[in-house]
């Protein structure tokens, strides 16, 4: 394989733009990657998020999520302890049993950024939620079973549903079929 020479374009304060052979791609500043929690509680209701999303310009329902060492001093936290923070923060829910999934890419063509999936059982909660001070968070428990009416009923032209949701409910009905 030849050797890549990466031309930085841009850094911002949380986001920078690199092209290789002309190939222009986004990196993050800050972080060593993302996490997604696929969270479900005791009673079997789904643990989903709901904020404002500037660059679409609309509320987005998805699971806990954010970025993993991103935090001075923190740098190397690691991936499991960042989404145990993350669904915390935003939900205020906590579990006892988790499980990593996978880690991959979120658009191979764009960015640089990895996606790591846990899935979190059982939770059940212990703190007030909504986010840190710069986020406003929407909690929403779904039963399982109703998912799939729920989502179709939330997405208008207001409100997307982030495709990782979708993702999070194949890895869900997986865990369940190798049970």
């Known amino acids: 394989m030849a050797r890549r020479h990466v031309e930085q374009l841009y850094t911002g304060k949380h986001l920078g733009l690199n092209s290789i ?3 222009e791609f986004a990196t993050r500043v800050r972080g060593s ?3 997604i929690v696929v969270a479900v509680t005791k009673q079997d209701e789904l643990i989903l998020t709901e904020q404002f999303r500037p660059p679409i310009n609309k ?3 998805d699971w806990a999520a954010g970025l993993s060492g991103d935090i001075t001093g923190e ?3 690691s991936l499991l302890t960042a989404a145990q923070r993350e669904l915390l923060e935003e939900t205020g829910y ?3 049993d988790w499980e990593y999934c996978f880690t991959g890419p979120s658009s191979a063509g764009m960015t640089t950024e990895m996606l790591s999936f846990f899935v979190a059982r059982k939770c059940y ?3 007030k939620g909504g986010g840190d001070a710069s986020e406003d968070i929407e909690v929403h428990l779904v039963p399982k079973s109703k998912a799939r009416q729920w989502l179709k009923r939330k997405s208008t032209k207001r409100r997307r549903i ?3 949701v979708y993702a999070g409910l194949g890895l869900l009905s997986l865990s ?3 049970e």
């Open 21 to 23: 052979n002309g190939w």
């Open 33 to 35: 990657g993302v996490v």
């Open 59 to 61: 509320r987005v329902v």
């Open 75 to 77: 740098e190397e936290e």
């Open 94 to 96: 906590v579990s006892d």
């Open 125 to 127: 909660k212990k703190g």
């Open 162 to 164: 982030d495709p990782k």
């Open 176 to 178: 369940t079929d190798d």
